[in-house]
C-alpha cells in the first residue's frame, strides 16, 4: 500500500523538550515537505528537500530541523528553540506527472501538543 | 515575494447554486498554480492543475496572469463539495510549493 507515513499521530510535550516527527514514503519520489497548518493560516512551509543529503529553508524554518540520510524519510525536529510549537504538522512529497505538474502527495498528519 | 491570497475564510452557498473560490497570487516568474482539497476526515489531496487545464468533479480553474487570479469554479455545487480548499503555487521548474490560507466551503441542503 503506497503513501506517506506520519508517525505519531499524536504527541504531547513538555516546554524545553525537543521532539522528532516521522515522516516514511514508499512511493520513490525524490522531493519531501514539512508544512505546519494553524487555524486561519493555511499551510506554511518549515523544509523541503528535493534530493537525500540536502534540504532547504521554507519560510518558518526556525526552531525546526531536519534530515534526509534517505529517500524513504525526512524526520522533522521540534527543538525548544521554537516558540509557538503547538500546531498540526503534515508531510507531503512529490513527483512529476505526466502533465509536467509537481503534484504533492500528503500523509495524515501529526499533533503537537505543547504542555 | 511569493504570495498565495484567499480573501475568504468560509463560503456558504446552497446545494446547486454557483460557486467560486478566489485565489489571486504574486510572484515574479512563470508560476504552477494548483488547488487541494481536504474532505473531513480525509488527507490534503490534488483537485486540479493549471497546466492540464481540466475539470475535475465539476471544478474548473482558469489561470488569469493579468490578473494573476486562479480563482475554483463550479456551477451547480453539490453537499459533497463541502470542504477546505486550498490555492497553491509552485515556481515552475522548482520544488518549493506555497498555500493560501484556504476557504471553507460550505453546501447547505
Known amino acids: 500500500d503506497g503513501g506517506i507515513t506520519q508517525s505519531p499521530k499524536y504527541l504531547f510535550r513538555k516546554e524545553g523538550q525537543n521532539v522528532t516527527l516521522s515522516c516514511e514514503q514508499n512511493l520513490n519520489h525524490d522531493a519531501m515537505y514539512w508544512y505546519r497548518q494553524d487555524p486561519g493560516q493555511g499551510l506554511r512551509l518549515i523544509y523541503y528537500?528535493?534530493?537525500?543529503?540536502?534540504?532547504q529553508k521554507g519560510d518558518i524554518a526556525e526552531g525546526y530541523s531536519v534530515s534526509r540520510e534517505k529517500k524513504e524519510s525526512f524526520p522533522l525536529t521540534v527543538t525548544s528553540a521554537q516558540k509557538n510549537p503547538t500546531a498540526f504538522y503534515l508531510c507531503?512529497?512529490?513527483?512529476?506527472?505526466?502533465?509536467?505538474?509537481?503534484?504533492?502527495?500528503f500523509g495524515a498528519g501529526s499533533r503537537l501538543t505543547v504542555l | 515575494a511569493q504570495r498565495v491570497t484567499q480573501p475568504e475564510k468560509l463560503l456558504s452557498v446552497f446545494k446547486g447554486a454557483p460557486v467560486e473560490l478566489k485565489c489571486n497570487y504574486s510572484?515574479?516568474?512563470?508560476?504552477?498554480l494548483f488547488w487541494y482539497v481536504q474532505y473531513s476526515r480525509q488527507r490534503l489531496q490534488l483537485l486540479l492543475r493549471?497546466?492540464s487545464r481540466e475539470s475535475i468533479k465539476g471544478f474548473t480553474a482558469d489561470l488569469n496572469k493579468g490578473e494573476t487570479s486562479f480563482h475554483l469554479k463550479k456551477p451547480f455545487a453539490q453537499e459533497e463539495d463541502s470542504a477546505m480548499y486550498y490555492c497553491?503555487?509552485?515556481?515552475?521548474?522548482?520544488?518549493?510549493?506555497?498555500f493560501g490560507a484556504g476557504t471553507r466551503l460550505f453546501v447547505k441542503a
Open positions: 510572484y515574479s516568474g512563470s508560476p504552477e
Open positions: 493549471h497546466i
Open positions: 497553491a503555487l509552485r515556481n515552475t521548474g522548482g520544488f518549493k510549493t506555497i
Open positions: 528537500s528535493q534530493i537525500v543529503n540536502d534540504f
Open positions: 507531503a512529497s512529490s513527483s512529476t506527472d505526466s502533465s509536467g505538474a509537481n503534484v504533492l502527495t
